[in-house]
């Protein structure tokens, strides 16, 4: 007999995380491994009850390189990777949350961290290439409206550490309400938040760097700004996760 073929969410766990990081791509593939964890019902009911009722969450702790400072020193970015029931818990999450895209799609001036949807395997998010290139071709339009302009490039200095678990929380239950989601997905957010101070690596109880959950989470704290800078300012305003550029014609 034919095996079933793996459901969506097991499917996009696996190859978010094969383009991101070796130790979390090979716990998912020994985790699925098993016929029954490969199923959509399995992400949904059984993953899910495993977030909700483990009291600490599985994250590890990795380092990135992150770029070589004039002094010559090598500098690493610190991630914390879930174990592959808490990936895939989060990726039923994020599942719910595409569902629901009024309160969570990504307005137009932001091009990062956009959430597949509907029969979408590609992974958890959309490939980085295509916002990349979006932000890019938006760019450019900018520029070829206001030929003489000027383009102003900033990024947010250390962004994800500077939110709060705190802000988090309140964040996600207030977008979390506005889409109505029901308890069982607004208590997984909740549990997720929680789980990024339960281990004892996040002195600072700031969002970590590394779960797909924490992704979502930073555009929706920044959701307020995007809406309101893109609304009135003079000036054509893109972001892409922390880094902002604004393009107008400086002399008006």
Not at 87 to 98: D, I, N, S
Not at 161 to 171: E, M, N, V
Not at 205 to 216: A, D, E, Q, R, Y
Request: proline letters at 5%.
């Amino acid at each position: 007999m034919k095996p079933n073929r793996p459901g969506a969410l097991s499917v996009r766990t696996v190859s978010q995380y094969r383009r991101r990081e070796v130790l979390s791509y090979l716990g998912l593939r020994y985790y699925l491994d098993n016929a029954a964890a490969r199923t959509d019902d399995w992400a949904r009911e059984v993953a899910v009850d495993l977030a909700l009722s483990r009291d600490n969450a599985p994250l590890f702790e990795v380092h990135h390189f992150k770029e070589v400072a004039e002094s010559g020193v090598i500098k690493h970015r610190p991630l914390f990777l879930p174990g592959p029931n808490e990936a895939l818990a989060e990726a039923t999450l994020l599942a719910e949350c595409a569902r629901h895209p009024r309160v969570f799609r990504n307005p137009p001036c932001v091009f990062s961290y956009s959430l597949t949807q509907g029969k979408d395997r590609s992974g958890i998010f959309a490939h980085y290439i295509g916002g990349l290139k979006a932000r890019h071709d938006e760019i450019a339009s900018a520029c070829d409206a206001v030929p003489d302009g000027v383009v102003r490039y900033t990024d947010i200095r250390s962004f994800y550490p500077s939110i709060t678990i705190g802000l988090a929380r309140q964040t996600w239950r207030d977008w979390a309400d506005l889409a109505g989601l029901g308890s069982r997905f607004r208590d997984l957010g909740d549990a997720l938040i929680d789980g990024q101070v339960s281990t004892g690596l996040n002195a600072e109880k700031t969002l970590l760097v590394g779960p797909m959950f924490s992704h979502l989470l930073a555009n929706l704290v920044l959701r307020t700004l995007d809406d309101h800078l893109s609304r009135t300012l003079p000036a054509r305003y893109v972001r892409y996760v922390d880094d902002i550029v604004i393009s107008s014609n400086w002399n008006k």
